[in-house]
Structures are given as C-alpha cells and as structure tokens.
C-alpha cells in the first residue's frame, strides 16, 4: 500500500478530512523552503504538494506566479526541487509528497530520468497541470514503473463523458478544481459543487481533493463535507513570502496551517 493509500485510510477510519498544502519549491530560497516543508507535517499536514517553479503557470494566480518567480530568481530548478523532497525524506517517511507542475520542465530534464529521480528522492505522485490524458501516455507508463501515482485534474465544466476519460488511468486521488479560473481567485461555492460531486463519486472510489479558491479555515471546514481532501496553497504561500524579510521566523505558516488541521479534525 503506497503512503497516499495509508494516509487516505488512516483518516476516513478516523473520520477526519486530509489537509493537503502546497508550497513552491525553493520560496523565498532553497534554505527557508525546505525548512517550511519539514514543518509542514507537525503543524498538521497530511500530505504535501510541492510546486515545480515554471517560468509560464497557466493555472497559478498571481500569489503563486510570484512565489515561483522568487524561486526561480533564487536558482530553483526541478533538479533542486528533487532534492528538497530527499532531504525531507530523511526525517520524514510517512508523508506524502505530490509534484506539481508544469510539463514544459519535465521533458526538458528528460521524461525516464525525471521519473526514476523523483521516486528515488521519495515523492508519490505528480500532478502535471498542463498535461491532459490523451497526451500523458508516456509519462504515466514511466511514472507508473516507478510507484510513481498520475493525479489528474477535475473541474466543474467536467461531464460524465469527460469523466470516462479521466478516470482512466487515474491513480493516488482525483483533485477537484473547484472554480473555473486560476489559483487563489474566487471561492467556490459548495452547493452547486455537491451535485457533481456525487456524480463522480458514483464513478470511482478513489479519494477527491478540493482545491482553488479556499483559503481560510472556515473555507476549508466548508469544503471538508464535500470531499475526502482540501488543499490550501495561496494563503499558505502568502505567509512564506515574508519569510526572506523576517529573518526565517516560519511561526505565520504554522500558525495557519494548524488552524486548518484543526477545523479538520472531524467530519461528525
């Protein structure tokens, strides 16, 4: 059973909802991002996504675009974002870590390596954003011979014939892409959710993640009745920009992702 199945299981026998938080990898450095990252599961963190920096994020709003130009600036690279998720493997096995990026990168470091890199390093699954099914064939087969899981998107405009074909395939856990728009935009709004939901719910039993558009606790809480997951990454992020300029005090991040785990703690 791969960490993202025991984490899953774990919490819906303890009736709790995942709290998955995203960060980019190497923001505002190298040395702040991954202190954030170690701290990430003892303030309450199920699992981790870790933002590959990209010079063109389709997807990412203007608070994440920013994190990963800071990143970027400070030398990030995929080659230094593997080696992030080794160091934090070192203290940590349990966790799980998502990729998730861009496939712009990904080729360019070679498809085969970059598999066989990440796995090693201890990272279980990717979510490449610009990379729908019908063209993720090869790094799937690749990613697959490694234990690495696909995680692929779902948004609201997603209807059951789409569905078919996302499903296919998938693996880890779907992420539901609440609003249509980028990260860390508008909040989605929980009851015309509910009724697609069910409908894919129907279609598979693999665990759903909700995420854009939440933010606050009271957004997470919202949305935890909804899904298996939330993930929370703009408001996260908002946070760690200001670490470069407080001398490395990671106590803001925390703070919020604590008050995120703890809003979590129940579904009953």
Known sequence: ??????????????ERTA??????AGDPDYENSLKVLKSLPESGADIIEVGMPFTDPAADGVTIQRAGQRALKNGANITRTIDMVKNFRSGNNTTPIILMGYANPIYSYGLKQFAKDAAFAGVDGLIIVD??????????????????????LITPTTDEKRLE???????GFLYYVSITGVTGTAKANSESMKL???????KT????????????????QEMSYLGDAVVVGSSIVDKIKDIGDNGGDISDVTTLVSSLSYVLGSRL
Do not use: W, Y
């Open 19 to 24: 709290l998955v938080t995203f960060i980019m």
């Open 205 to 220: 039993n693999l665990p759903i993640a909700i995420g854009f558009g939440i933010k606050t606790p009271n957004d997470a």
């Open 165 to 171: 074909k996302i499903l296919d395939g998938a693996c």
């Open 1 to 14: 059973m791969s960490r993202i199945e025991k984490t899953f299981k774990a919490l819906n026998e303890a």
């Open 196 to 202: 697609h939901l069910d409908m894919i719910k129907s």
């Open 131 to 152: 990379l729908p099914p019908e063209e993720d064939a090869e790094l799937r087969g690749l990613a697959s011979m490694q234990g690495l899981d696909m995680i692929r």
